[in-house]
Protein backbone atom coordinates (compact mmCIF):
# COMPACT_ATOMS: atom_id res chain seq x y z
CA UNK A 1 0.00 0.00 0.00
CA UNK A 2 1.49 3.45 -0.76
CA UNK A 3 2.88 5.32 2.10
CA UNK A 4 3.80 9.19 2.72
CA UNK A 5 7.08 8.50 4.10
CA UNK A 6 8.72 11.63 6.60
CA UNK A 7 12.23 12.14 7.67
CA UNK A 8 13.94 12.53 9.88
CA UNK A 9 11.71 10.65 12.26
CA UNK A 10 13.10 12.67 15.15
CA UNK A 11 15.13 15.70 15.31
CA UNK A 12 16.85 18.00 17.81
CA UNK A 13 17.71 21.05 17.45
CA UNK A 14 18.47 24.08 19.36
CA UNK A 15 16.79 26.78 19.69
CA UNK A 16 16.89 29.63 17.28
CA UNK A 17 18.16 27.08 14.34
CA UNK A 18 16.56 26.41 11.10
CA UNK A 19 15.26 23.00 10.41
CA UNK A 20 13.62 21.52 7.73
CA UNK A 21 11.49 18.75 7.98
CA UNK A 22 10.96 16.57 4.70
CA UNK A 23 8.00 14.28 3.40
CA UNK A 24 7.46 12.22 0.12
CA UNK A 25 3.63 12.14 -0.55
CA UNK A 26 2.49 9.23 -2.08
CA UNK A 27 2.92 9.53 -5.97
CA UNK A 28 -0.40 10.56 -7.61
CA UNK A 29 -1.57 12.43 -5.11
CA UNK A 30 -2.17 16.30 -5.54
CA UNK A 31 -2.74 18.16 -2.65
CA UNK A 32 -0.14 17.82 0.59
CA UNK A 33 -0.45 19.04 4.18
CA UNK A 34 1.18 19.59 7.41
CA UNK A 35 0.05 18.99 10.94
CA UNK A 36 1.52 19.07 14.15
CA UNK A 37 0.48 17.60 17.35
CA UNK A 38 2.28 19.15 20.87
CA UNK A 39 2.65 15.81 22.68
CA UNK A 40 -0.66 15.51 24.28
CA UNK A 41 -2.67 17.96 22.67
CA UNK A 42 -4.89 17.85 19.55
CA UNK A 43 -3.67 17.57 16.23
CA UNK A 44 -3.35 20.90 14.80
CA UNK A 45 -3.68 21.92 10.79
CA UNK A 46 -0.74 24.33 10.15
CA UNK A 47 -0.79 24.74 5.84
CA UNK A 48 -2.22 22.81 2.58
CA UNK A 49 -0.38 23.23 -0.58
CA UNK A 50 -1.66 22.72 -4.46
CA UNK A 51 -0.19 23.59 -7.80
CA UNK A 52 3.15 24.25 -6.04
CA UNK A 53 1.39 26.91 -4.21
CA UNK A 54 -0.15 27.42 -0.89
CA UNK A 55 -3.86 27.14 -0.58
CA UNK A 56 -4.68 27.71 3.25
CA UNK A 57 -2.70 28.13 6.53
CA UNK A 58 -3.62 28.69 10.43
CA UNK A 59 -2.60 31.15 12.34
CA UNK A 60 0.25 29.13 13.45
CA UNK A 61 2.21 29.17 10.36
CA UNK A 62 3.56 32.63 10.27
CA UNK A 63 6.54 33.73 8.97
CA UNK A 64 8.87 31.43 10.59
CA UNK A 65 7.42 28.87 8.58
CA UNK A 66 7.86 27.85 5.29
CA UNK A 67 6.99 25.26 2.29
CA UNK A 68 8.81 24.03 -0.37
CA UNK A 69 8.08 21.27 -3.11
CA UNK A 70 11.80 21.41 -4.81
CA UNK A 71 11.05 18.64 -6.90
CA UNK A 72 8.35 16.40 -8.12
CA UNK A 73 8.35 14.12 -4.79
CA UNK A 74 9.46 15.98 -1.91
CA UNK A 75 7.28 18.55 0.30
CA UNK A 76 9.40 20.36 3.03
CA UNK A 77 8.57 21.90 5.79
CA UNK A 78 11.04 25.08 7.12
CA UNK A 79 10.92 26.67 10.82
CA UNK A 80 13.23 29.27 10.12
CA UNK A 81 14.47 29.94 13.79
CA UNK A 82 13.10 27.68 16.31
CA UNK A 83 11.39 28.39 19.63
CA UNK A 84 10.89 26.04 22.24
CA UNK A 85 7.29 25.89 21.56
CA UNK A 86 7.69 24.48 18.26
CA UNK A 87 8.71 20.86 20.08
CA UNK A 88 5.78 18.45 18.80
CA UNK A 89 5.19 15.99 16.33
CA UNK A 90 5.52 17.13 12.86
CA UNK A 91 3.24 15.09 10.27
CA UNK A 92 2.81 15.16 6.72
CA UNK A 93 -0.54 14.43 4.69
CA UNK A 94 -1.37 14.26 1.17
CA UNK A 95 -4.55 13.03 -0.77
CA UNK A 96 -5.36 12.38 -4.46
CA UNK A 97 -9.26 14.35 -4.57
CA UNK A 98 -10.03 17.88 -3.96
CA UNK A 99 -11.66 18.27 -0.64
CA UNK A 100 -10.55 15.38 0.46
CA UNK A 101 -13.19 13.08 -0.41
CA UNK A 102 -10.70 10.03 0.60
CA UNK A 103 -9.29 11.50 3.74
CA UNK A 104 -5.89 12.00 4.12
CA UNK A 105 -3.19 9.81 4.16
CA UNK A 106 -0.48 10.62 6.71
CA UNK A 107 3.36 9.89 6.92
CA UNK A 108 4.50 8.53 10.95
CA UNK A 109 5.88 11.82 11.55
CA UNK A 110 8.98 13.91 12.82
CA UNK A 111 9.48 14.28 16.55
CA UNK A 112 10.98 17.79 16.54
CA UNK A 113 12.72 18.82 20.04
CA UNK A 114 13.78 22.23 20.68
CA UNK A 115 16.03 22.24 23.31
CA UNK B 1 -16.31 27.63 11.13
CA UNK B 2 -16.25 23.64 11.44
CA UNK B 3 -15.47 21.84 14.69
CA UNK B 4 -15.31 18.49 16.57
CA UNK B 5 -15.57 17.48 19.93
CA UNK B 6 -14.62 14.33 21.60
CA UNK B 7 -15.70 14.56 25.18
CA UNK B 8 -13.75 12.03 26.37
CA UNK B 9 -9.81 12.06 27.39
CA UNK B 10 -10.47 7.97 27.86
CA UNK B 11 -12.58 5.00 27.88
CA UNK B 12 -11.57 2.01 29.68
CA UNK B 13 -12.91 -1.25 28.23
CA UNK B 14 -12.20 -4.56 29.19
CA UNK B 15 -11.85 -6.73 26.37
CA UNK B 16 -14.31 -8.56 25.04
CA UNK B 17 -17.05 -6.00 25.46
CA UNK B 18 -18.43 -3.37 23.17
CA UNK B 19 -16.34 -0.27 23.08
CA UNK B 20 -18.21 3.48 21.70
CA UNK B 21 -15.53 6.57 21.35
CA UNK B 22 -18.24 9.32 20.99
CA UNK B 23 -17.50 12.43 18.31
CA UNK B 24 -19.92 15.34 17.63
CA UNK B 25 -19.53 18.19 15.35
CA UNK B 26 -20.25 21.54 13.92
CA UNK B 27 -20.42 22.55 10.43
CA UNK B 28 -22.55 24.43 8.25
CA UNK B 29 -23.84 22.02 5.61
CA UNK B 30 -23.87 18.43 5.65
CA UNK B 31 -20.03 17.01 6.73
CA UNK B 32 -17.47 14.38 5.84
CA UNK B 33 -16.68 12.61 8.62
CA UNK B 34 -13.49 10.53 9.67
CA UNK B 35 -12.08 8.38 11.97
CA UNK B 36 -8.35 7.67 12.55
CA UNK B 37 -6.37 6.27 15.10
CA UNK B 38 -3.00 6.51 16.04
CA UNK B 39 -0.63 4.00 17.74
CA UNK B 40 2.24 4.69 19.43
CA UNK B 41 5.39 6.48 17.97
CA UNK B 42 3.15 6.01 15.19
CA UNK B 43 1.43 8.30 12.28
CA UNK B 44 -2.47 8.71 11.74
CA UNK B 45 -4.41 5.64 10.49
CA UNK B 46 -7.12 5.79 8.12
CA UNK B 47 -9.79 3.96 9.97
CA UNK B 48 -13.35 5.03 8.19
CA UNK B 49 -14.98 7.64 6.48
CA UNK B 50 -18.99 8.95 5.94
CA UNK B 51 -19.68 10.88 2.79
CA UNK B 52 -22.88 10.10 1.73
CA UNK B 53 -25.59 7.22 1.76
CA UNK B 54 -25.69 4.78 4.26
CA UNK B 55 -25.56 6.12 8.16
CA UNK B 56 -23.82 3.35 9.64
CA UNK B 57 -20.52 2.86 8.04
CA UNK B 58 -18.14 0.21 8.36
CA UNK B 59 -14.06 0.57 9.10
CA UNK B 60 -11.20 -1.03 9.36
CA UNK B 61 -10.54 -3.81 12.24
CA UNK B 62 -13.81 -4.92 12.76
CA UNK B 63 -15.00 -0.84 13.73
CA UNK B 64 -17.92 0.95 12.64
CA UNK B 65 -19.44 4.59 13.29
CA UNK B 66 -22.89 6.16 13.14
CA UNK B 67 -23.61 9.01 11.58
CA UNK B 68 -26.72 10.49 13.22
CA UNK B 69 -27.40 14.32 11.60
CA UNK B 70 -29.87 15.52 14.09
CA UNK B 71 -27.70 14.34 17.23
CA UNK B 72 -24.42 15.77 14.44
CA UNK B 73 -22.90 12.65 16.13
CA UNK B 74 -20.69 10.30 14.58
CA UNK B 75 -19.58 7.76 17.22
CA UNK B 76 -16.98 5.10 16.86
CA UNK B 77 -18.10 1.70 17.98
CA UNK B 78 -16.78 -1.93 17.66
CA UNK B 79 -19.03 -5.11 19.51
CA UNK B 80 -15.92 -6.82 21.02
CA UNK B 81 -12.72 -4.91 21.80
CA UNK B 82 -9.00 -6.51 21.74
CA UNK B 83 -6.45 -5.43 23.92
CA UNK B 84 -4.73 -4.45 20.53
CA UNK B 85 -7.13 -1.62 20.19
CA UNK B 86 -5.75 0.48 22.32
CA UNK B 87 -4.44 3.69 21.18
CA UNK B 88 -5.38 7.24 20.31
CA UNK B 89 -8.82 7.79 18.26
CA UNK B 90 -9.31 10.95 16.94
CA UNK B 91 -12.42 12.04 15.29
CA UNK B 92 -11.91 14.73 12.02
CA UNK B 93 -14.51 17.02 10.26
CA UNK B 94 -14.56 18.52 6.76
CA UNK B 95 -16.94 21.07 5.11
CA UNK B 96 -16.58 20.11 1.75
CA UNK B 97 -18.66 23.23 0.85
CA UNK B 98 -16.18 25.67 2.48
CA UNK B 99 -13.88 25.53 -0.44
CA UNK B 100 -10.03 24.62 0.36
CA UNK B 101 -10.32 24.26 4.28
CA UNK B 102 -8.63 21.35 5.66
CA UNK B 103 -9.23 18.77 7.98
CA UNK B 104 -10.27 19.53 11.62
CA UNK B 105 -9.81 16.94 14.17
CA UNK B 106 -10.68 16.66 17.76
CA UNK B 107 -8.17 16.55 20.64
CA UNK B 108 -8.06 12.54 20.49
CA UNK B 109 -9.70 9.97 23.07
CA UNK B 110 -7.31 7.22 24.26
CA UNK B 111 -8.73 4.05 24.24
CA UNK B 112 -7.86 1.48 26.76
CA UNK B 113 -8.81 -2.11 26.52
CA UNK B 114 -8.05 -4.36 29.71
CA UNK B 115 -7.71 -8.25 29.56
Known amino acids: EPEVTQTPSHQVTQMGQEVILRCVPISNHLYFYWYRQILGQKVEFLVS????????KSEIFDDQFSVERPDGSNFTLKIRSTKLEDSAMYFCASSEAARGLNGYTFGSGTRLTVV | AQSVAQPEDQVNVAEGNPLTVKCTYS??????LFWYVQYPNRGLQFLLK??????LVKGSYGFEAEFNKSQTSFHLKKPSALVSDSALYFC?????????????FGKGTRLSVIA
Open chain 2, 27 to 32: VSGNPY
Open chain 2, 92 to 104: AVRDPNSGNTPLV
Open chain 2, 50 to 55: YITGDN
Open chain 1, 49 to 56: FYNNEISE
